[in-house]
């Protein structure tokens, strides 16, 4: 039981760049979300997505688009990559259970664009 | 414009003490809470969460407060050990509809725990 995966683990990108950072869980979880975490400041939602087949915007979208390939993966996708996209990813999955609504964090992934 | 607040950067405790990390919010839609903890080169990983129905939550060394009137939390580590240290994030989440939930991060707290 991995819980939640995630490749590349580092990735350095030049400006204009694309690539796409893969994301899986193996934890049977119907909801997964994509967060970006900078120096000094919390986790920020990109993207999520409540159910298969559904996703939606979170608090900072731009210059990002997801894909929930099926109930267990979740990619997100930098179409031309800036260096204002340097950050840490994180992705996360959960499954409400009574009042609990945790989430569970994948490792993430350190990228850098010069 | 921070809706979660942790205005303490850092916090440097004795082993065998209590340490108290705060949380500020100004969501009055907020209604769920969650401590996280993050190591280094790690992703977070949950530690507490608490409903607004409850006012006190605990799970063994950990015990999460939650004061709805002040919009406030704070998060209880008795005793602390070294291998506390480490950031830990104060997160919360507004009512939905449906069963994803948004979570909103605070910027952090470092807990140094010495031995």
């Known amino acids: 039981n991995a819980g939640v995966t995630q490749t590349p683990k580092f990735q350095v990108l030049k400006t204009g760049q694309s690539m796409t950072l893969q994301c899986a869980q193996d934890m049977n979880h119907n909801s997964m979300y994509w967060y970006r975490q900078d120096p000094g400041m919390g986790l920020r939602l990109i993207y999520y997505?409540?159910?298969?087949?559904?996703?939606d915007k979170g608090e900072v979208p731009n210059g990002y688009n997801v894909s929930r390939l099926n109930k267990r993966e979740f990619s997100l996708r930098l179409e031309s990559a800036a260096p204002s996209q340097t950050s840490v990813y994180f992705c996360a999955s959960s499954e409400q259970q009574g009042l609990s609504y945790e989430q569970y964090f994948g490792p993430g992934t350190r990228l850098t664009v010069t | 414009d921070q809706q979660v607040k942790q205005n303490s950067p850092s916090l440097s405790v004795q082993e065998g003490r209590i340490s108290i990390l705060n949380c500020d919010y100004t969501?009055?839609?907020?209604?769920?809470f969650l401590w996280y903890k993050k190591y280094p080169a790690e992703g977070p990983t949950f530690l507490i969460s608490i409903s607004s129905i409850k006012d006190k939550n605990e799970d063994g060394r950990f015990t999460v407060f939650l004061n709805k009137s002040a919009k406030h939390l704070s998060l209880h580590i008795v005793p602390s050990q070294p291998g506390d240290s480490a950031v830990y994030f104060c997160a919360a989440s507004e009512i939905s509809s449906g069963s994803a939930r948004q979570l909103t991060f605070g910027s952090g707290t470092q807990l140094t725990v010495l031995p």
């Open positions: 969501n009055s839609m907020f209604d769920y």
């Open positions: 997505s409540a159910s298969e087949g559904t996703t």
